[in-house]
């Protein structure tokens, strides 16, 4: 028997009873603090109500969050769950699973605008806005990551719960469009409303990462730090913004400390955690940095999730990883399943892998084998469509960094002083892009 009960921002709630009810709430809390006990709270939602259809719809979409193909089974599973009791749930949380349902069958786009029409009727919907935002922004759409979140904030009160979460997320968005000043301001109000707004934290220290503000960066982060290494996996991504800037610095010894001390987890198999080992050792490795045995390391890792084409962002950072730890037979085998996946798969991820994904792929394995020239042959035409890959510009930036190292490699001077002035114009104290320019300089001669 179902009963109507209430979430923390009063909509209505289908469950058994209001311990299941004031489970879900608990569970909510903790993922917008990612909280550590998320899951746990999440089984104590169905401790108190096997059926109840939010909590299948939670599991369902924490199942896809993890970006792990072997859990996308798991995730379809909970929508059916949901499903079987759809009849007797609201209009709001019909919604909720029918956007999860595009989710599962891959079509990210649909997903996003699902739960951008719960929000239209339900603007405090914060599991809506948390999903549509991240979908947003591994769809590359770094307006809507903005938009999603400005669209429902004149209807929110301070008062409400998650308040301080809704100007960190809307400070990421407007980080990710370039507006610094109103991003560092929304996300420093957040900080102070909640000093352990992990995201928060994270949309400030990307506003400084852009402006090339580096000691500043690594003060903000390592400031707030006692607040945020209490969060879950995300307190990695954290650590890494912070290796970047020391990265800037010249302090590779303090980046391989990082790395080893804070940032690589042998547990770990979550994509975004991978990302982040395969970005900086590849980004060490491109300032010179004799990285040791740590791709090997990394290797088994990676290659127990490559299997899945879960998101193209995540794809081309496992073709970096094979290529490194492995050699170009095994990465030529992942490139190839990538050509099948671009020609025979469907969904976003396929359609995005057709435009950019394959492309990026064969660019990174020219790379890597040291054919400048087939990198630059391969990335130059596709760099103003990266973003469709998904991530942020200081994620993305790594394959920009590779596109101007292989042109200055290859002798390509022309797109290389290109580049360059293009990444100088707006970041001119970007020490990455002037020692470039140096080097490019000593090579023609100037």
């Known amino acids: 028997m179902t009963t109507m009960q209430t979430d923390a921002w009063g909509y209505e709630l289908t469950a058994a009873n209001a311990q299941a009810a004031a489970a879900y709430r608990d569970t909510m809390q903790a993922y917008l603090a990612f909280g550590r006990d998320t899951g746990a709270r999440l089984k104590a939602v169905f401790g108190a109500d096997p059926a109840m259809p939010m909590a299948s719809v939670l599991r369902g979409c924490f199942f896809n969050l993890m ?33 999860l349902g595009a989710w599962c069958s891959g079509e990210l786009e649909r997903a996003a605008d699902g739960w951008e029409t719960v929000l239209l009727a339900y603007p405090h919907d914060m599991l809506a806005l948390k999903l549509a935002a991240y979908l947003h922004f591994y769809l590359g759409d770094a307006a809507s ?146 990285v040791g045995e740590r791709w090997q390391v990394l290797s088994p890792k990676v290659a127990h999730q490559r299997s899945g084409r879960v998101l193209a962002f995540v794809d081309a950072h496992y073709v970096l990883a094979t290529m490194a730890a492995e050699g170009a037979c095994a990465a030529a085998y992942l490139v190839e399943d990538l050509e099948r996946c671009g020609q025979q798969g469907q969904g976003t991820t396929a359609r995005v892998t057709r435009e950019v994904g394959l492309a990026l792929a064969e660019a990174i394995v020219a790379y890597r084998r040291g054919d400048h020239a087939a990198c630059v042959d391969r990335l130059w035409p596709i760099r103003r469509r990266l973003f469709r890959l998904g991530g942020s510009h200081a994620q993305r930036d790594l394959f920009m960094q590779m596109l101007i190292d292989a042109a200055i490699r290859a002798g390509r001077e022309a797109v290389a002083c290109a580049l360059l002035a293009e990444r100088l114009a707006l970041r001119p104290a ?3 892009g002037l020692e470039a320019l140096d080097v490019l300089g000593a090579g023609s001669g100037r």
Not at 168 to 195: K, W
């Open 67 to 99: 970006g792990t193909p072997a859990l996308l089974p798991k995730a379809s599973e909970s929508h059916a769950a949901a499903c079987r009791h759809a009849s007797e749930c609201t209009d709001r949380e019909r919604l909720h699973i029918e956007a």
């Open 145 to 290: 990551v903005r938009d999603c979140v400005a669209r429902v904030l004149p209807q929110w009160e301070p008062s409400l719960p998650g308040y301080g979460y809704l100007l960190g997320m809307h400070a990421f968005g407007l980080e990710e469009c370039g507006d610094y000043v109103q991003a560092e301001r929304q996300g420093r109000r957040a900080v102070e409303m909640n000093p352990g707004d992990a995201w928060a934290v994270h949309a400030v220290a990307h506003v400084m990462e852009m402006q090339d503000r580096r000691e500043e960066g690594i003060a903000w982060i390592t400031g707030l730090q006692p607040h945020w290494e209490a969060c879950n996996n995300f307190r990695y991504h954290l650590v890494w913004h912070r290796a970047l800037m020391h990265l800037a610095l010249g302090q590779h010894d303090e980046v391989l400390r990082l790395y080893d001390e804070s940032l690589f987890d042998p547990q770990s198999e979550e994509y975004l955690d991978l990302c982040n080992d395969i970005s900086l050792l590849a980004r060490l490795e491109m300032a010179g940095v004799d």
């Open 430 to 432: 970007n020490r990455w």
